[in-house]
Each structure stands twice: as C-alpha cells, then as structure tokens.
C-alpha cells in the first residue's frame, strides 16, 4: 500500500465552512478531523464531517444512470439518457409550451461549485420561468427584505459576532446549525467569548434550545408572533428617544414614517399575544440600546412563518436604527473574494412580483416561484401547467410542505428527471435518474457561504478523488443537457469549461484582485487565507439607486394589517389547539444527512417534545405513541415530555420520514422517522414573499399507546 496522506478542503455539508484535515491512503478515507491551521474553523468541525466520506464508501449511492421500467429500475448509459431526456423535454415543450417544463432545486447545490456556477445557464437553456427551489421554506424574507431595502437580495447583512457587546437571537439555533444565513463556525465557542467579554446573549424561542441554554437569558414567545415583538421594541426605542443613526445619519430614508409606524405596537399593547411582559419587553430594548454594541440576528423561527418577510424587515430596522448597522459589533456586509454582485448595478434590483402562480397568484422573486405552489401548478389543467419536472440535488417530498401531496402530483407527471445520487422519496418518481459525484470528488469553493460570513476568509479545496471513467459530475450533467436543451448553439469552448476557470477569472476580477488573489495563490495556500474581520462598507456595498437605505418599504407597510388581525383572533383553534414547530438537531442537515449510517445510528431522535401540564392534561405519559393531526393529514410520532418547550407548543425535528416504500437508502430501517411536512399546510405561506410557513402549524394530538 502507499504512504498515507493529508488532504485539507473546507466541509460542504453545512454553512459553516469548516476546515478539514483528512488522512488517506490510496483510495480509503482513514480520518475526517477538524483543520487547526484553517484561520477561520480553527480546528473547530462538528459529527456532520464524518457524512463526507459516508456518501463517498456507501454502497447504496449511484454512480451511473438508472431508468424506472416496468420491470423495476434498470442501468442505462449516459448517453442513452441524455438522448432520451432531451427527447422527452422537448416534445412536451413542444406541445405545451416551454414552461411546461419545471426545475426544483435542492439546498445542497448552494453547497457545490458547479452547480453554483451552472445552474443559471443550465435554466436559460431551457427556457422556461418556472423554476422552485429549498429557497422559498428557508431564507427567501431575508432576500426580499435586503432587496428593497439595500437594492440586492444577497446583500445580506449578518451579526458581527465576534466583537458584539449583546447578541439578540429570534428563532435561531445557531449552536446547533452553526450559524444559518451566518456563516460561523463553532458559534458556541464564539457565543461564549461574547460573554467572556463582559456581554450578553438573549435568546427568544418557543423552546429552550441548545442556544438557549447557553444564552445568559431566555424568554419563551408564542409561535408567529416575533414581529409583534420587533414592533413593540423599535416602538420603545422611539418612546425612549434612544434612535442613534451613528454614521448612517445621512443614509436612511423614512425613520419619521417608522416611528409612526410602530406607534400602536406598544410592549403594553402585544404583550399578552406573545407570552412576554411589557416589562420584560421594554427591558430587553433599553438593553439592546445601551449595549456599547447589538445585534439582533433572527432565523427559521422568524423567516418560516406567516409574518417571515415582517419579521426580517423589522430586524434590519431595529438594527439600523440603534446605531448597529455597518459598524463594528452590529450588523455588517461580508466582503467576499468571489463578489456575486460584481456587476449588480445599482438601482437593478431584482424583480419582484412581475410574475405570478397561476392557482393562487404568490409572487416570483430571484428567478423563482415559491415551492408551496408546486404541487397545485402540476395539478390543475389549463394553460401553463407543469407537465414535466428536473430536480437537482433534492427531496422536496420530505423537505416542502404537504410534502405527501407533492408526490401525488409527481405520479401525474408526464415526465420526470432527477439529479441525485440516491433513489429516495422524490427521485424513486423520476423516469431517469443522473447521478453526480460526492463532495470528497469535487473542487469546492464557497460562493454562496462567503457572502453570509462573520469575517472575510477564502479558500479553496481541490478534489480529494479523481472520479471514475463511468461518473459525471454534477456540473458536467448540467452542462450536457444545457448544450442539447439550448435553442442557441453554445461555443464548443464553454460546452465544458471547467468551475476553476471561471472562480480563478472571478477571483481576479474580485475586490482582492489587484492583491494578488487568484486560484493558484489559494493552491498554494491549502489552509485558506485570512481577509480579516467584517469592515464599514455600506457605500461601496449598497446597491439602492440613491445609495441610502429604505427604512420602510411600501410593501411592508401595507402589510401590516394581515399582522394587526392576529390580536382579534382567538389564540388557539379548539379543533387543532397546538402550534407545531420544528427543530434542529446536531446530526442532521435537512434531509440528505440520514444517508449516513453513523449520523442516525443509536436512539431515534425523531420525536415530539410536549410541555408537561400539556401531557398531564391529555393524559400522555414520556414515550408514548402519538398521533398528531393537522388539516394535511396525520402522522405517528413518540412522546418527550419536557419543559424545554413552551406550554401549547410542540417540537418535532425536520429532515425526517426515510425509508419509504420504493427507496434504497443507507440508513437503517428502524431509523426512518416521520416527516413534519406531512402536517405542513401548502396553504399556510407568507403571503408577502411566498415562503411558506413551517413553523406555527396548528395540531391536535391524541395517545395511540402510553408507555406504563
């Protein structure tokens, strides 16, 4: 055997870019640890790592193309399947129109340098407008907010954690996510080191999570209510005459307009509506003002809501407008290496709502609809309908809402490809399925990451493993169907240019160009290069016509009264009086983690958390069996009686329900869990920007069994 080896890249799995050291020997993995020469993990890396060289060994994964027949899934050639594929999309186009023809795509492309290179000329060629994605149940109010009020939807700003005096977290779980639209990693050690300072870290969540027990404070609120709450804190800013622009004093339109906004959203006035007194209220904002320096960083909690788009609107502002914004310890832009709003003018800011659903008229936005959507778009006749579909990188089934419902719309499909390395919920529907290569096979870059990071960092990791002779990668798929799809001829010289040739030209052209920075200087660097912390740069960054910010947005505003009808409701429904949300667990990233073995093994930690005066009023003893019911259907799920979460409020992770009928998967069979988007309503979406509401969903439970 050969010597072994070391191999640095950064891990893809999730946000938080750590680095990695991993011992090889030929072609076998020997260990995955963290990498404590990378300037910004420091050596820091969470279980998830160990998933990389699971999806490389594991059996189970494709590695060429596979046709669903009569006769069961059957191998075919690439070629067979490019050809057929091309085929099929045509003639539906052919007969149906171009947008006939959908595309969903999964959370993992943003996690891949081809496909983040690829996939907007992979969409042009084929022609159509319907494109959904993970984008539209995750993070789509933060790209609504920073577009009408910074003139870009990926201008997003992110907390300053490393210098900030008092952190303020709604509905994140950063600890266990390792940051989210906050690229940080090891942000328990970081949250810590806040406190070390002499700050603090408030934490506001239906339940007590694993941030939150590291937080020096937490307060429980009602599901859906956190605008209420932003409201009522700007409110007592104005009231306590503590507005401080700083530096942006000439920079902000409409702070009058603002103020008289929240006038009617005193603490006094929302605090029996979300479950926090008006003292506890005013408290927390007179602190968040007096801190040398704040943020407040609000998450899935906030954004996968009815009020989603408000809450993130109203996060910018309370930020804004205490003095902690662009500046040192508040809420900062990221200066990436690899800028993707290089040649964002200013002024263009990406169209919002110029085109609509057919059903239910929810706006597009960033080049897509939302995906709530998806399942009626391919169900109802008419002119427009989807009648085929290509996912990339995805299992909407388990990871959308009503996600039993969208694969009763797949079987309707006339025809149906899937990018994918597993035949699982979503893809055992396709008629062909590609698969890609694994992280570990390709080169990886962070484009995406780097525009949410707490500090300026770059870094790029080449492949560990060439492929095989018989695989293709993921950009190489894309752009086989793109050159065959294209009704323009592509240039024999792009049909298969290479993701490092445009990252290096990208790199050149970028804000450290004139550096030096440039692929071969990140080769010769394999730990990544430090940048340095997050710097003032709103002039150069914003991307408004005027170049100020707009504090206050018409559509904001006039969405205000859907928010003022929530306090002349009842606070519970009698047939489903329980608010369901979901949560994050350190083993698992949405969906595509349960394909390792070694990340689901051991006790099955797809249960529901009930409070205990819940359970003792129905009843439920710790681990019975569940059924819990909403309007979309019902599922079977094991009790944990705890009071981490709050009183008519239940828990249940997301991510879940593998294993179905018709897949082949790695995991386990007695770990396939339930998904919690088959009790997610389709219906229920933030009608402002079209994500959909995951969290908040109203149920009702009853005990099958109790554990005695």
């Avoid at 699982?424 to 590609?434: D, H, M, P, V």
């Amino acid at each position: 055997m050969s010597e072994v080896k070391t191999h640095y890249r950064n891990c893809n799995i999730c946000e938080a870019m750590c680095g990695l050291e991993i011992k090889y020997q030929d072609k076998q993995i020997l260990s995955i640890k963290g990498d404590k020469e990378d300037p910004f993990s420091k050596g820091y890396n969470c279980p998830k790592a160990t998933a990389l060289q699971d999806f490389y060994e594991d059996g189970e994964r494709l590695k060429t193309p596979i046709k669903r027949t009569e006769n069961g899934w059957q191998a075919i050639s690439w070629e067979d399947a490019f050809n057929e594929i091309t085929e099929k999309f045509k003639a539906i186009q052919g007969e149906h129109g171009k947008h006939a023809l959908a595309v969903y795509l999964g959370n993992p492309n943003a996690h891949n340098l081809g496909n983040s290179l690829f996939l907007k000329p992979f969409m042009k060629s084929l022609g159509t407008i319907n494109r959904f994605s993970s984008a539209s149940t995750d993070q789509m109010p933060h790209h609504v907010a920073s577009n009408f009020m910074f003139g870009a939807g990926m201008l997003i700003p992110v907390p300053d954690i490393d210098r900030t005096d008092f952190m303020l977290i709604i509905g994140g779980n950063p600890v266990v996510s390792n940051g989210s639209m906050m690229t940080a990693p090891n942000v328990i050690g970081r949250l810590k080191s806040i406190q070390k300072r002499g700050g603090k870290v408030v934490v506001v969540d239906p339940r007590r999570t694993h941030t939150a027990k590291v937080a020096d404070q937490h307060l429980f609120i009602r599901p859906e209510k956190d605008a209420l709450l932003l409201l009522a804190m700007i409110h007592r800013v104005f009231q306590q005459k503590a507005v401080n622009l700083g530096n942006l004093k000439a920079k902000v339109h409409d702070v009058d307009t603002l103020e008289s906004l929240v006038s009617a959203y005193s603490p006094r006035a929302v605090a029996e509506f979300i479950g926090i007194s008006a003292d506890e209220i005013s408290a927390l904002a007179d602190e968040f003002c007096h801190a040398k320096s704040a943020v407040c960083y609000s998450r899935m909690g906030a954004s996968t809501q009815t009020f989603g788009g408000l809450c993130q609107w109203l996060t910018n502002a309370l930020n804004i407008i205490t003095g902690n914004f662009d500046s040192e310890g508040g809420a900062m832009f990221p200066q990436p290496a690899f800028d993707l709003l290089r040649n964002h003018k200013r002024g263009h800011q990406s169209s919002f709502g110029q085109h609509h659903t057919r059903v239910r008229k929810l706006p597009f936005f960033n080049g897509e609809f939302p995906v709530a959507t998806l399942a009626e778009e391919i169900q109802t006749p008419g002119e427009g309908q989807i009648k085929s579909l290509i996912t990339v990188a995805g299992n909407p089934v388990l990871s959308s809402p009503s996600g039993h419902k969208l694969a009763e719309a797949f079987t309707g499909l006339e025809y149906m490809v899937s990018v994918d390395i597993y035949l699982n919920e979503t893809t055992k529907y396709a008629n062909i399925i590609l698969p890609g290569t694994t992280g570990v096979e390709n080169p990886q870059y962070d484009i995406f990451f780097n525009s949410f990071s707490v500090r300026n960092t770059v870094k790029y990791s080449p492949p560990l493993f060439e492929k095989t002779a018989e695989q293709r990668s993921d950009a190489e798929i894309l752009q086989t169907i793109s050159a065959r799809m294209s009704d323009t001829p592509i240039p024999a010289h792009l049909q298969n240019i290479a993701p490092e040739v445009i990252l290096d030209m990208e790199l050149k052209k970028g804000p450290y160009g004139e550096q030096g920075l440039s692929l071969q200087k990140l080769l010769d660097n394999p730990h990544g290069i430090d940048i340095g912390p997050l710097m003032p740069c709103l002039d150069e960054r914003i991307k408004t016509a005027d170049g100020k910010i707009d504090l206050v947005p018409k559509l904001y505003s006039d969405d205000l009264p859907r928010l003022d009808a929530v306090m002349s409701k009842p606070a519970r429904d009698n047939d489903y009086p329980f608010d369901l949300i979901g949560r994050r667990l350190v083993k698992s990233h949405n969906t595509w983690t349960q394909n390792s073995a070694r990340l689901v093994k051991g006790k099955n930690p797809c249960t529901l958390e009930v409070h205990p005066e819940d359970a003792q009023q129905l009843g439920i003893t710790n681990g019975a069996l569940l059924k819990i019911s909403s309007v979309s259907g019902s599922i079977e799920i094991t009790a944990v009686v705890t009071d981490d979460i709050q009183k008519g409020v239940v828990s249940m992770p997301q991510g879940w329900g593998h294993n179905q009928k018709g897949t082949k998967m790695s995991v386990a069979a007695t770990q396939p869990g339930v998904s919690i988007n088959d009790l997610t309503d389709t219906n229920r979406v933030d009608t402002l920007t079209g994500n959909a509401a995951l969290n908040g969903t109203p149920v009702s439970l009853h005990v099958i069994e109790n554990n005695n």
